[in-house]
Structures are given as structure tokens and as C-alpha cells.
């Protein structure tokens, strides 16, 4: 493949469509993947579902993941702050019974006081208070966050600018933040793993999905890096990018 036809190539990744929360196009074909946490996300909300009677879902997406937590409690509601998200979020979840509110994560969440029993965010933001709020005496938050360490071997690899703004975002401070706001932190787990990509396109593609990563992420304004990142998926079959991932689950 000769540069330009490499450049139009990558060119035709960044215009494939992205919705909700939805990897698929990269992880269906397997030129994405992650390596398996040392515990289940779905596995732990679905345990603490059975009996439940109230439930948010805070930062759904698309709902892709929620839709598959069945059955869900009487009274289910979930939150998306990004806009082209909600649409999809709605017709995917409301035909379950779930009402889909657009609210983001770091403001004042649009609900009553101790209403809900069980609240689960996986890579959503949330403030600590208002988390607290909207919890009944005795429910249950559980949270799967990305740490602030994640992914930036990919702002190194193309001579990007390493985001600092959340770098001090772990465990021990997440947990502090939840004590503080008045939750008994009951399981805490933290891990350093990887994902995998077997082509750069899949590399495009995924920086295209998650413009935070890398501001003003272009193939031609990144053409250098992304050349550096070829040559060795060329040579070694793949390449590693470290990934930062945390769970907490804490009881009011």
C-alpha cells in the first residue's frame, strides 16, 4: 500500500459512523481488544438487581449495556449527558420500561431525594454528593471508572500532549471522595492492563470516538505518529496500549 492509499485508508476510518457506546466495529473483527478485567461489571450490578426495586443507570450511552440487565426493576431510569446519545438511549430502553433523562454526570442530577436503591455508573462522572442524595438508607452505588492513566502511551506514541487535568484520578482518591460524601466503601479494586490493536485504522477509529483523548486528533495533523504506530503493528503483529480501570462499590 503506497502512502497515499495508507492516508486515504485511515482517511475512511474517521468517517465511519459512531453511536451510544457501541466498539463493535472494531471489537466484532477483533482489531480491538481488551484484556479481561479481574472482575465482571455486569455480573456484579446483576447480583445486586435481584429484588431491587428502583435503579439508575448513570452515563448509559447508547443504553447497549443496560438493555441486556434483565429484568430490571420496576422503577429504572438512566442519564446521558452527550445529546446524540440520548435518541439512541431512548429507543433502546424505553420500549423496556426505562425512562432515558438527559443530565450529565457533574450536575445537579434531577432527582428526588433517597429514591433510588441501587445507582451503577460504568465510566460515567458523577459527584459524590449528589450520588449520596439520591440514594435510600441502605442502597448501593457501584461504579467502573477509567483512571487517569489510561491510554496516554497513545498521546506519547503521537507526540501529543499528555491530558493532566485527570492524571490524579485512582482508586485512593475516588474512595476518599465517596467516604467523604458520606458512603461506607465495602469493595475497592484497581488494574493496570492493556488494549490491544491490530491496525492503526482501529486506532483512528477509536480516537475518533473519544476526541477527549487526543484534542484535535487528525489523520494529517497526526500522520507522523500514526506511521510510527504502523511500523510497529507491522513488525510485532500488534501493539499494547496500558489501560487504567477501577471499581468501587459503596453502601449508604
Not at 447480583?47 to 420496576?74: F, H, N, Q
Not at 450529565?104 to 433517597?114: M, T, Y
Not at 469493595?187 to 492493556?194: A, D, G, K, P, Y
Request: hydrophobic share 45%; net charge negative; proline share 7%.
Amino acid at each position: 500500500m503506497d502512502q497515499q492509499a495508507w492516508i486515504d485508508w485511515l482517511q475512511a476510518e474517521t468517517a465511519v459512523p459512531f453511536a451510544g457506546w457501541d466498539f463493535s466495529y472494531v471489537t466484532r473483527t477483533g482489531r480491538m481488544k481488551e484484556a479481561p478485567l479481574p472482575w465482571n461489571y455486569a455480573n456484579l450490578v446483576s447480583r445486586r438487581l435481584r429484588g431491587a426495586e428502583s435503579l439508575l443507570d448513570m452515563g448509559t450511552g447508547g443504553g447497549e449495556l443496560l438493555s441486556l440487565l434483565r429484568p430490571l426493576p420496576p422503577r429504572t431510569f438512566a442519564t446521558e449527558g452527550y445529546a446524540p446519545n440520548v435518541p439512541v438511549a431512548r429507543a433502546r430502553l424505553e420500549p423496556l420500561g426505562v425512562t432515558v433523562v438527559e443530565a450529565d454526570g457533574e450536575a445537579d442530577l434531577p432527582f428526588a431525594d433517597e429514591v433510588f436503591e441501587l445507582v451503577i455508573n460504568r465510566h460515567e462522572s458523577y459527584r459524590p454528593e449528589e450520588v449520596c442524595r439520591i440514594m435510600k438508607p441502605g442502597a448501593c452505588f457501584i461504579t467502573q471508572q477509567v483512571g487517569g492513566h489510561n491510554d496516554l502511551e497513545l498521546n506519547r506514541m503521537l507526540e501529543a500532549p499528555v491530558p493532566e487535568e485527570y492524571l490524579h484520578w485512582n482508586l485512593a482518591y475516588a474512595a476518599a471522595q465517596l467516604e467523604a460524601a458520606g458512603l461506607t466503601v465495602v469493595e475497592r479494586r484497581e488494574v493496570f492492563s492493556f488494549t490491544r490493536f491490530y491496525d492503526v485504522g482501529a486506532i483512528v477509529y477509536y480516537l475518533q470516538a473519544i476526541p477527549w483523548q487526543v484534542p484535535d486528533f487528525s489523520v494529517e495533523r497526526c500522520a507522523d505518529g500514526l506511521l510510527r504506530i504502523h511500523r510497529v503493528i507491522e513488525r510485532d503483529g500488534y501493539v499494547d496500549i496500558p489501560a487504567h480501570r477501577f471499581l468501587l462499590v459503596a453502601v449508604k
